[in-house]
């Protein structure tokens, strides 16, 4: 059972603030639309242009991955972070058999903003992940040192300078991507199989070195 959205306010007091500023999400959805592509996979430009390393992993933020992601930004002195949504359409490039079991699950897919601001702590990153599973949305600090994008919840991509996404996936980089690799090939439909194989091939050799 899905638990009930939580009320703007209940969000205020975990430290997530819902953004209103037109000024400012304007500038935001500019910036995601640079840095991302058919609203579901990074732009290759942005990524060589700031020589970035990307590493897809699966799925949604766990408690654990929520904790390295937390001690990366304390490592590089991240304090807040902002969620910006990506989609114009939240499904159209998604698998019709992704889009059938999302639909199925969440009946609704009203969000209460477009962008929000969050603190870069274990339970900030949670919290988000929690806010933000009906969409494609992309966390960037406001220096936009580093970006995660999470289309639907399906799986995440962590993308920016090289010691930052190895300290944020808790691995090296070659052992994330042979983790996705076997995320992406276990007991899936053919096409969802095809859909996710094909995002571990586009980012197996995504790195600033």
């Not at 897809?56 to 590089?76: G, K």
């Not at 070659?174 to 995320?183: I, V």
């Amino acid at each position: 059972m899905v638990p009930a959205r939580r009320s703007k306010l209940d969000m205020e007091q975990n430290n997530i603030q819902g953004i209103t500023d037109s000024k400012l999400i304007a500038k935001l959805q500019l910036l995601s639309k640079e840095i991302v592509a058919n609203e579901i996979e990074m732009d290759e430009e942005w990524v060589r242009d700031h020589k970035w390393t990307v590493v897809p992993t699966e799925s949604d933020i766990t408690v654990r991955e929520a904790e390295w992601i937390s001690n990366a930004c304390s490592d590089f002195e991240y304090k807040e972070c902002y969620a910006i949504m990506t989609e114009a359409d939240a499904c159209h490039n998604f698998p019709d058999t992704f889009v059938e079991k999302i639909k199925n699950l969440y009946k609704s897919k009203s969000l209460h903003f477009t962008c929000y601001k969050f603190a870069t702590t274990k339970k900030g990153f949670l919290e988000m992940s929690y806010e933000h599973h009906l969409g494609h949305h992309l966390f960037i600090p406001e220096d936009q040192g580093f970006a995660i994008l999470r289309p639907y919840g399906l799986y995440s991509l962590v993308a920016g300078p090289k010691k930052f996404v190895e300290a944020a996936v808790g691995s090296t980089i070659e052992t994330a991507r042979e983790m996705f690799w076997e995320f992406a090939s276990t007991d899936w439909g053919e096409t969802d199989r095809l859909f996710l194989t094909e995002i571990a091939r586009k980012y197996q050799s995504v790195s600033a070195g």
